[in-house]
């Protein structure tokens, strides 16, 4: 009795602030008061017993909390005057809001327990709930029980905005999204993503994964195949919930070139008033359409010339001596799809003597020239080329060599690249590049294969 009595005293005190109650058994945990710390633990243990329930739900679900009456209250209180109590914010840093939750939202269960029930609940429910008796609605003359912080949280949601920018067709992507709901707690959420390409066998982890984006930085790490599928797993790593996403990307839709290279701007020959604009880019044999904006230097808008250019060079008129203008030339692939590289920007300038471009012009137009030969010379079997002889042109024929090679290789070539780059060019795309990858397949493929039958008597 006496020890009922001592606790009903220090239940009255717990009932008014009970969170000051934890943060005294905290100083006691640490060791200020062993004596009291046993029984405030056994206490604290006591109260938390009383409250069943899952206290980390999502939003929108049903927030159910039993309360349920000890032994030792028998006789002192029965079900039917359980009140509950909710206490907002969980930090100690500010003075909690208690407020009692009005009757209807509790159900009596049996003689001795109580459930709460609040349905679609909101991050606004979260908080410290409790159960306490007293005679009339909402009056607390004893503590029953404290539940565990009940923590509200979005459930994981599908990612959303799926997208990727594949840079000069083979040599990076970078897939990005978004999350439809901000988590309350992002420790809590994991995102993986896995890929697979159609030839593989087994998908792959993302290379360089954040919450919100995937990059595969080079060309060891993005394979360039035609199509890419992408699993997103979104994980609540305290449920282990997951949401699930497949997402298909054609590669070749998504392509960003790099920007133009090499602009020069003159004075065209022989024709006054006129700039002569050339530039070169680095994907000699990817079709792409280029655009030429102008602006007057101290005008911020520029004005679209041309955007339909498919050769690197235009010529332009009406320029008076004195006037200034600010060029940018920017590309995308031809056809519907794709993004426009960044701009390449230069101010028109004095005319100039430059040979170095018209070089540089001619010599890609030879080793062209050269590629074609060369790729008729293999396809029909007939002049025999020394493997470093195809090496040696190698870097800049590919595109050519690529479609031969099918003629000469057997079909089920496992190089999941060459299945891929066949239904590139089935679908109108191409295959030719200079990454690092087609030369090592360059390196394998013509020397095992081509070079043997080349050199065949
Ligand atoms: C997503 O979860 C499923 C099921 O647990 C698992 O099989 C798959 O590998 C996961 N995918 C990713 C990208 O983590
Ligand atoms: C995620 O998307 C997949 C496929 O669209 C769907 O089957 C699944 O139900 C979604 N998951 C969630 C949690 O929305
Ligand atoms: C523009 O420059 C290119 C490359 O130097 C040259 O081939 C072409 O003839 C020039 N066009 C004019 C109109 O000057
Ligand atoms: C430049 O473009 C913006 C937006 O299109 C427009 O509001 C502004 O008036 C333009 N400025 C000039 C100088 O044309
Ligand atoms: C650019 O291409 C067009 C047709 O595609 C051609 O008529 C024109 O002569 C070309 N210009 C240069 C400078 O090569
Ligand atoms: C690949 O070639 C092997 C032997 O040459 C053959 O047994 C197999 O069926 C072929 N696979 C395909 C997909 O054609």
Redesign the pocket.
Known sequence: MAQIRHRHGLNAALSQHHLCFILLLSACNSGVCSGLSDFLTELQNTLSGAITGKTYIYVGSTLELTCTLSDQWAGSWTSQQLNFFVSQPLNFQVPAREECIPAKYVRIVDSSSATLRLHHVSLKNSGQYSCSAGQTSCEREDLIGIADDVNVEYAPHNVTNFKCVVRDWTESMKCTWDHPVEYVNWNHVAV???SATVFSKT?V?CPHLTLISCTWRNVKEFTAAYIYVL???VTNIVTKD?A?KVFTIKTLENVKPSAVENLVIKSAENMDGCLNITWTHRKIYRRKIFRIRRRAVGNTNFTVLRDDLSNSSFVTCGYGPMTQHVFAIDCRPSGRHGFWSDPRLQEQREKRHDNDKSKLEEKSKRIQKEAQQSSRDIGQHGKVLTCNEIWHMASLRIGFLIPALYDLLSSNATDHFISSCKIALSQGGSCDDTTEFFKIFIQQYVKQKVCQLNQRP
């Open positions: 993986t993503l896995k998908s982890s699993e997103v797993n997951k699930q």
